[in-house]
């Protein structure tokens, strides 16, 4: 009775094995972050401490929030590449102001000001030029970066309130939590982030335009107003990444956001939210971000340089992105 | 073993080994839990025009995917040309000579249609072709398939959607073939265009090749098949000759039940009772006979007649004409997609107010919702689920300061799915429904919010004959309780089983404008082609 046709060779040949069943799109990453974190504990020695498991986990949570505005951008159908411009922005504006007697509360409002600015420029712009926001916010993170370089020129002094130096330092506690001020700040923005693309209407709206602008105007999707509110929740998140990061220097540095250039999209992608938009979830991202910060404190305590890293991230991207693209079989497109 | 010792049967089935093009057996695939293709068998014959036919959801889409190496099966045997085939790419079916047409129009729309019908075509450097050949390839088949003159530097997404599907029939057509199969390859033609490419079919029949295609028409289905296998639920339940068989034979056996026979009865007689839809779907008090849309002195193009018509609450208007007439242009302007040329379409609201219709959104606003043609362009988000695809439009009305109110939205869904009996979960990608669900989850976007006056652009497309039947007694319950519809269809049938009114149109002029009760198949067809209805004998 049994065809040849149907029995375990042909199995073998067509079926998908028990492996690659278990380490899917959906389960690789969350498999990642523990297997590189037990690699940490046996090759770097000492590594085992609270204070470098929350160094880790700072660094995870500068890129985690530099991420989430990414993330959303990315599933709306866009990217914001004006990110690390804007990280740089914020972060001379509260160093420099506050040596000048500014009061934070003015600064804070400066900064959301701009944000909101930011927001609605690289919303608006590719609608009314018609040039994909992958250009447009390429164009603004230049402008905002020259505006951030010609307001700190030959500045080399700041100052910042000495709380916000705790809120980075892995030995700050927040409140009755002894762990500093922006991990704790990541897991409720994480929360939100994660409960604003599921439950929002814009968040729905987000992933319909992203999946597909056209059938998303003609079902009545306010896609303007979704992309306003997204992208200026990314230059508020870049704007507190970029205060966080005069915690952690206390000098002005233009500079200090230039990184995120590529590893915003890096957490994105590892943690598997596909950059052609319409899906995804923030979720994957706080994976992402977590792998990205293992993978780099791993290099650079088995003292690989900056270019090494990069390199390693490259490969990385790469391999995840090839699994990934394995996955999605054209058969349920046709 | 030497041939001398063999039976004379041997032969035989020799024989019909040769004249055999393609077969299948016992074919078998599942998706996770879902059993697609259960036992699927088929025998193709050298210079066969063969119909698959199914209900939504059968497994044909899926066997052909087989047969044309999108993917594998799980099980079953596979014979072409009188070996065991299995094809690991669609790229190898297409070289042992199995050209396939999808049920999803795929193109490149930023592409010209030179680009898109050799798409695929090349190596990954070398063109295989010259351009000159490429451009006397495409125009031979383009004039094959009675679209002579199109010009083939235009980008794909400037073309309609029949002239879209003819393209990807180019497609296949310019690729050496020796099997044809078209899923679904008509659903978007006009009946002049689908002649066509009848003719050309069987031309290429009449030379040894064969065809394999599927339709929802059976009138489509009996006058191009020879045979026909019927599938339900991933099994062949019947393998049937057209000259020996009825239209009731084959519902029947797609259905498996017996009143499929009497619902086509119905379905032509124009009767039936009208179920009420769902309590949620039934909001509005009935007042039909209000008018709710006019369409006042409107001119859709330089030289054309302006147009007037009064829609009334519980109507449903239909709209017919050959493709590229102006019916499109028509509908998008009674939605407020494009503005027309000239004149006015008002909205009257609850009050009896006029409103002229400024864009889509304000449109959409007073209550006019449009369910658009191509439902992989313009209609669904591939990459979201089910219940996604359907709520995306509710949410502006079911939320509270932004945030969703999912529970009624599941409850919205849950009753039209059972209404519509809409198979799979609330949760899977809509992608992996079958053609005819996903059309079923377009339409529930809309219908679930109960809008004033609902534009329809060929709606059915794809849609199986029984759930036809079933939608069309929706969209009568629906009118029932005092929506306006606008039905553009390009099948006249369906106009006159399911309309109040019929406006033909022909070169954007209304051409006649028939209550259906007095209009007739002729009466329409003479109207199509400009003439006036009424001197139709
Ligand atoms: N990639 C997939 N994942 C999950 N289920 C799938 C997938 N592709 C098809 N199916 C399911 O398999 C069944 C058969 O689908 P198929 O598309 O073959 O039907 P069909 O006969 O072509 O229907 P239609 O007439 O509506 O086009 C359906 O229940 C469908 O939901
Ligand atoms: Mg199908």
Known sequence: MTDIASGPAVRRLYGRSALSRVISVQTLPYLMVPVMFLLMVLT???????????????????????????????????????????????????????????????????????????????????????????????????????????????????????????????????????????????????????????FTRIGREGFANGANPLAAKLAGVRSTWVLIVVFTISALCASLVGVFFAGYSGLPDANVGQPYFFETITAVVIGGTSLLGGGGSYTRTVIGALIVAELTTLLVGVNFGVSAQEMFLGIAIVLLATIYGRQSDISTRI | ????????????????????????????????????????????????????????????????????????????????????????????????????????????????????????????????????????????????????????????????????????????????????????????????????????????????????????????????????????????????????????????????????????????????????????????????????????????????????????????????????????????????????????????????????????RDANRRGVRYVPRDRRQEGLFASQSVFDNFAIASWGELNRFGILKRGAARKRYQEYAEYTRLVGSPNQPVSTLSGGNQQKVLLGRWTSMHPTVLVLNDPLRGVDANTKEELYQFFRSLAAEGMALVFLSTEIGELLVLTDRIAVIHEGSMQALLPTAEATNGKIVAAMFGQNPEEES
Not at chain 2, 7 to 29: G, K, N, S
Request: glycine content about 10%.
């Open chain 1, 44 to 198: 770097l020695s000492g590594f085992l401490s609270k204070s470098s498991v929350v160094s880790l986990l700072i660094l995870a949570s500068l890129l985690g929030l530099a991420s989430l505005g990414q993330t959303l951008t990315i599933i709306t159908g866009g990217v914001d590449l004006s990110i690390p411009s804007v990280i740089g922005l914020a972060e001379i504006l509260i160093t420099q102001k506050y040596a000048d007697g500014w009061s934070l509360a003015t600064i804070f409002l400066v900064l959301i000001g701009l944000s909101v600015v930011i927001g609605v420029i690289n919303a608006m712009a590719p609608i009314l030029l018609r040039v994909p926001a992958l250009i447009t916010t390429l164009g603004t993170g230049f402008v905002i970066q020259g505006i951030a370089l010609a307001g700190s020129h030959g500045f080399t002094q700041g100052k910042v309130p000495a709380w916000l130096k705790t809120t980075v330092s892995p030995i700050g506690h927040t409140w009755f939590i002894p762990l500093p001020g922006i991990i704790v700040a990541w897991v409720i923005l994480a929360a939100l982030a994660i409960s604003f693309l599921r």
């Open chain 2, 1 to 360: 073993m030497p041939i001398s010792k063999r039976p004379p049967e041997a032969y035989a089935a020799d024989q019909a080994a040769i004249d055999t093009q393609l077969a299948v057996r016992d074919m078998a695939r599942s998706f996770g839990e879902t059993r697609a293709l259960d036992s699927a068998t088929l025998t193709l014959r050298r210079g066969e025009i063969h119909a698959l036919a199914g209900e939504n959801g059968s497994g044909k889409s899926t066997l052909i995917k087989i047969l044309s190496g999108v993917i594998r099966p799980d099980g079953g045997e596979f014979m072409f040309q009188g070996s065991r085939a299995r094809f690991a790419s669609p790229y190898a079916a297409q070289h042992a000579g199995i050209s396939t047409v999808y049920q999803e129009t795929l193109i490149t729309p930023e592409m010209s249609v030179r680009d898109n019908i050799f798409f695929g075509t090349d190596g990954l450097i070398r063109h295989q072709r010259s351009k000159s050949q490429e451009i006397s390839g495409a125009h031979l088949a383009l004039d094959q398939l009675g679209l002579p003159g199109l010009d083939i530097d235009r980008p794909m997404w400037t073309l309609s959607l029949a002239e879209r599907q003819l393209v990807t029939v180019a497609r296949a057509i310019v690729r050496p073939w020796q099997v044809l199969i078209l899923d679904e390859g008509t659903s978007a033609l006009d009946a002049h265009r689908r002649d066509r490419l009848f003719a050309y079919l069987r031309d290429a029949s009449s030379e040894g090749k064969s065809v394999l295609f599927t339709s929802h028409r059976m009138d489509e289905v009996f006058d191009l098949a020879q045979r026909i296998t019927v599938l339900r639920n991933g099994t062949t339940v019947a393998t049937v000759d057209v000259a020996e068989s009825s239209y009731s034979d084959v519902l029947q056996h797609m259905s498996g039940r017996e009143q499929a026979a009497a619902l086509m009865e119905e379905t032509n007689g124009g009767s039936g009772e009208v179920r009420s839809a769902p309590s949620a779907l039934a909001q509005r008090p009935a007042r039909s006979g209000e008018p709710v849309l006019r369409v006042s002195d409107v001119t859709l193009r330089a030289s054309s007649q302006p147009m007037s018509i009064e829609l009334k609450r519980g109507e449903i208007l239909g709209i017919a004409g050959l493709e590229g007439q102006g019916q499109v242009e028509l509908v998008e302007a009674l939605c407020g997609l494009s503005r027309p040329r000239g004149g006015r379409v008002i909205v009257v609201d609850d009050a009896g107010r006029d409103h002229e219709i400024s864009s889509y």
